[in-house]
């Protein structure tokens, strides 16, 4: 029998489920599980109540004030945050003050950090509190999307803290291990190479034996190398889906309804999932259409045909429906969000990225910063990254309006926007005002070819360029990146660009990628846009990818990271 | 600095006398002459002539027997074994980073205390930093900083960045102020102490009063001396806020303002109960706008918003509106009009009021489409006899309901003899 790439992805969930199975059965008998609730949706994508009872958890709890556990023996199921594992100590003391006989167990996901083996010293816990780790693989969402569900952005270019990369590198080393290793590795950014040393040395040391095989090849960037990607509006469906509504592991929620996003399960979804926003609408009303149909033909069928129709297609339509009423209302809230303001969205990022209009897109930052401050922000941050920074009296009106608006308790914000390098401070200079100037990113995004340069208005319904996903203007790096180690980018200019590049190496023989899976990994979280503008040079290929990541995060998402810092 | 180069000396100083004391009774002992005993010393520091006296005096008298008559060899042995027993890890203990470094990666057990001199613990600290994880260079860093005193542990950290990041979050998460502002300050990043001694202040702090005078210390403790800090002149700003704040809670007994209530929201509650208060007075809408240096726009929109949810209709001209040298009234206003008729038609504003602000709009197919989508008949009607358009007003009458006003406008309008119909 064929294994497939799909019943390789498929193993990762009941990996997942095995390595929390043998921590619960470690703990023999019956015992509490205390999760930290933003664990919660993650658990669920490998593991269910059934299962976790079968293995001797009698209650679960969402980690929060108050809680009351009853059995002997509680296992606290925690992120490596070291505030939330300070309250679960806290909660401990409480509970020991009350009752002796208990036993606490501290499962900390991903990997136990340095601070907290002091923290539990220091609280006299040593001993009285048993800590494990947990680092689950990757959560499959989408077809062939990997995440760890784990926002690393602020941790790695606010914190300059890469304490969780091993976490990274110990899941793209099992992923090796099960869809085998790949025979090229293209990496390029500083904190991509240490994730790759690591997964190195963990080959080294874990693997007894080799992997599945040698196939494919490992694309691996930093997420600093491209913000532009992270920081512009996708406008396919799932990247404006992305934007306006919550998507969590791979589950979409809607006003109350929520769908599994499964091109597998979900033939609808498949279909418009990286189409270009303008078009998808079209095809739901089509689709209704002929479901009606389907319906009103079932009004004039005879008993024996309606019997057949019940057994074999009902809940397949009944299912369909269902999809299909969830997609058309995610449009609708999409349109509704987004509609009228979406125009002018568009052009003001068009107009930073071709270094235009510098005061309208300014004003057009700071008028909007009272109703869509996350918004504001990111153009903010998208013009001072691509023309080289902004400077101090540009951003001074924006800053204050924004203070104003949204509270004085947020004015470490722009300093951190700077730390994380979305705002670079620049001087005023005169040559910048000339007409033909042209930024250092411009520069070097001219060479990676990633500014097309559209003779004619580009096909948005069969699109052929990966430019699309933001509107034509732009091209994500990590879809050149591909595109290279495909051989399907032939310019030696462009390749001698990148091979110059200080934190750029590339291994292994290039004729050898046809064949296997392609594994594209950003370090810093990846976006829809990326994915879709990858998809279409997968189609166009025909070879199968693999994305992973630490997280799938928009452009606000990432700012809320910051601000909540 | 300096008590620190004090206390090293005295440290060091000490440590040696102890030991030269010693010393010199061994040396006796075998015979070695007492004089290069304290010449070695001598190297190290400068000779004191009491010290020199002491010594002298502690000559060991001519009279003793010699040691080996009176105690046997054996036990001689078993004494000084005692003490070298003492000494035998003097010789260096087995060190290899990379080897701990990856079993902290693996997640396997490990030890530190191995590393005790400060070239190997230098060592380890820079093998951390090459590995790149995180959570090893701090749990180096954690154990240098338990092992080593505080001048070294800053010479150590003073050319490692990457380390420094690490260590300054962690003592950041755990509230350690004073070590962090510290560290910040000697590698001369007093912006970046500021800033971060700003955003535990504003994350910890819930209740108003402390808050306020955190702020206080803060500001006077790291803002002052940065002189072009932006932040430092919005955290004042913040300060008259809160004060403001707790002035206007004692005055009134409307609901009070939430802790993290804004500018703007402040502005909102000076313009709901304090609108007619006078300008100096301190509630004043437009003495709370002055004193942050809130932009025409923000405090043209919140004004509006305000008074027309109000339906205090008479205050809006004042707002956007100015007089004109001629007496006219001209629309002065950092809004596009169109969101003041957004805000206008939202609050119900009678459509009078809309047709004034309509017919600030100078082109007429502009003004038309937002006031038809505004449904504001009478300025549609007044548009389409502008335009001398019979068509489109008789077209329009026949959409609007029989017998309403508008429709009686309507028929007014085409009625009227003085309009040229162009068709």
Same mark, same amino acid.
């Given at each position: ?565 | ?244 704040? &707790?002035?206007? $809670?004692?005055?009134?007994? +409307? *609901?009070? =303002? ?6 703007? @929201?402040? %502005? #909102? ?50 707002? &956007?509106?100015? $007089?004109?040298?001629?007496? +006219? *009234?001209? =629309? ?6 169109? @969101?003041? %008729? #957004? ?53 329009? $009458?026949?959409?609007?309901? +029989? ?21």
């Amino acid at each position: 029998m064929d294994i497939t790439l799909d019943d390789r992805l498929d193993t990762l969930q009941q990996i997942s489920q095995r390595k929390l199975v043998d921590m619960l059965d470690n703990v023999s008998g019956k015992k509490d599980l205390i999760i930290e609730p933003k664990l919660m949706k993650t658990l669920e994508c490998f593991i269910g109540v059934t299962a976790l009872r079968r293995y001797g958890v009698d209650k679960i709890f969402k980690l929060e004030e108050g809680l009351k556990a009853s059995n002997t023996q509680r296992i606290f199921l925690v992120s490596g945050d070291l505030i939330a594992c300070k309250r679960v100590l806290n909660q401990i003391h409480a509970e020991f003050s009350q009752n002796r006989g208990l036993s606490h167990h501290l499962l900390v996901v991903p990997r136990i950090p340095a601070a907290l083996e002091l923290l539990v010293e220091e609280e006299g816990l040593h001993e009285l509190v048993k800590l494990r780790s947990l680092s689950w693989e990757f959560i499959r969402s989408d077809g062939n999307v990997l995440s760890l569900e784990t926002r690393m952005y602020a941790d790695l270019y606010y914190h300059r803290d890469t304490s969780l990369l091993p976490a990274i590198a110990k899941n793209l080393w099992s992923l090796h291990m099960i869809v085998g290793r790949p025979k090229v590795t293209l990496c390029l950014g500083k904190y991509s190479k240490i994730v790759l040393k690591m997964t190195e040395s963990m080959e080294e040391y874990f693997s007894s034996q080799n992997p599945a095989s040698q196939c494919g090849c490992m694309i691996l960037m930093d997420r600093a190398h491209d913000l532009p990607s992270a920081l512009l509006t996708p406008v396919t469906y799932l990247g404006l889906m992305g934007e306006i509504l919550e998507i969590k592991a791979g589950t979409a929620y809607s006003k109350g309804s929520q769908t599994k996003l499964n091109p597998k399960t979900d033939q609808v979804y498949g279909e418009v999932r990286d189409r270009h926003f303008s078009h998808v609408f079209p095809y739901l009303r089509d689709k209704a259409k002929l479901l009606k149909s389907e319906q009103e033909a079932t009004q004039t069928m005879q008993l024996a045909e309606m019997k057949r129709y019940v057994a074999t297609r009902l809940s397949k339509v009944t299912e369909a429906k269902r999809q299909l009423g969830f997609h058309i209302a995610a449009c609708e809230t999409i349109v509704g969000e987004l509609g009228a303001a979406f125009e002018a969205l568009q052009s003001v990022e068009k107009s930073i990225l071709e270094c235009r209009r510098r005061k309208e897109c300014l004003e057009y930052i700071e008028t909007n910063i009272d109703k869509h401050p996350l918004r504001s922000l990111r153009l903010l941050a998208l013009l001072s990254v691509v023309s080289d920074g902004v400077t101090q009296s540009e951003v001074k009106p924006i800053q204050t309006a924004y203070l104003h608006a949204h509270g004085y308790q947020n004015i470490p914000m722009f300093w951190k926007m700077e730390q994380a390098g979305l705002i670079a401070y620049r001087t005023d200079n005169v040559l910048q005002k000339l007409p033909k100037w042209s930024s250092e990113w411009a520069t070097a995004a001219q060479r990676l070819k990633q500014l097309p340069n559209h003779t004619k208005p580009l096909d948005l319904k069969s699109p052929t360029c990966s430019s699309y996903v933001f509107g034509g203007s732009y091209i994500p790096t990590i879809a050149q990146l591909t595109r290279f180690i495909l051989n399907q980018e032939t310019d030696t200019k462009s390749l001698n660009y990148l091979h110059s590049l200080p934190d750029f190496t590339l291994t292994g023989q290039q004729e050898a990628v046809q064949t296997g899976p392609v594994i594209i990994c950003i370090v810093g979280g990846i976006t829809y846009g990326e994915i879709a503008a990858c998809r279409l040079i997968e189609q166009s290929t025909g070879s199968r990818f693999v994305f992973a990541s630490d997280t799938i995060f928009t452009g606000n998402q990432l700012l809320e990271s910051i601000k909540n810092i | 600095m300096n008590s620190a180069k004090d206390d090293e000396i005295y440290w060091n100083t000490s440590d040696k006398l102890v030991f030269n004391f010693e010393d010199n009774e061994e040396c006796q002992i075998f015979g070695v002459s007492q004089t290069t005993a304290i010449c070695s010393q001598a190297g190290t520091f400068s000779v004191d002539d009491d010290a020199d006296d002491y010594l002298k005096s502690d000559i060991t008298p001519s009279n003793l027997k010699p040691l080996l008559s009176v105690i046997s060899e054996k036990t001689l042995t078993s004494i000084l074994n005692a003490e070298n027993l003492h000494n035998v890890h003097q010789e260096k203990p087995l060190v290899q980073p990379d080897i701990t470094l990856r079993r902290i990666l693996l997640g396997q057990p490990f030890m530190l205390e191995q590393y005790k001199s400060l070239a190997s613990k230098t060592e380890l600290l820079d093998s951390a930093i090459a590995s790149g994880d995180g959570n090893a260079i701090l749990i180096v860093i954690i154990f240098i900083a338990k092992t080593l005193k505080q001048s070294l542990i800053q010479r150590l950290l003073l050319e490692r960045p990457e380390a420094v990041n690490i260590y300054i979050r962690y003592l950041a998460t755990t509230l350690r102020t004073n070590e962090l502002t510290d560290l910040l300050t000697m590698l001369g990043r007093s912006k970046d102490a500021a800033m971060t001694n700003l955003q535990i202040v504003l994350k910890n702090t819930p209740n108003v009063e402390r808050l306020l005078q955190k702020l206080q210390n803060c500001c006077r403790m790291h803002f002052t001396a940065l002189s072009d800090c932006r932040e430092g002149f919005y955290v004042q700003n913040y300060i008259k806020l809160l004060e403001w704040q &707790v002035a206007v $809670k004692a005055t009134e007994f +409307s *609901k009070p =303002l939430d802790i993290h209530s804004s500018v703007l @929201d402040c %502005l #909102q509650n000076a313009c709901q109960h304090h609108w007619n208060a006078s300008e100096g007075s301190l509630v004043s809408p437009t003495n709370l706008s002055k004193q942050h240096d809130v932009s025409p726009r923000q405090y043209q929109c919140v004004a509006l918003t305000t008074r027309a949810s109000m339906q205090a209709w008479d205050d809006i001209e004042s707002i &956007v509106l100015t $007089k004109g040298w001629l007496g +006219s *009234k001209k =629309l002065q206003t950092s809004l596009a009009i169109e @969101d003041i %008729l #957004q805000i206008l038609h939202e609050n119900q504003a009678p459509s009078s009021l809309l047709a004034k602000f309509l017919s600030y709009i100078d082109d007429l197919d502009r003004r038309l489409s937002l006031a038809k989508k505004l449904q504001c008949h009478r300025a549609v009607i007044d548009i389409f006899v502008l335009q001398r358009d019979r068509v489109a007003l008789s077209e329009y $009458k026949s959409s609007l309901h +029989s017998q309403s006003e508008q429709y009686f406008y309507a028929e007014n309008a085409l009625r009227a003899s003085t309009v040229k119909w162009k068709n």
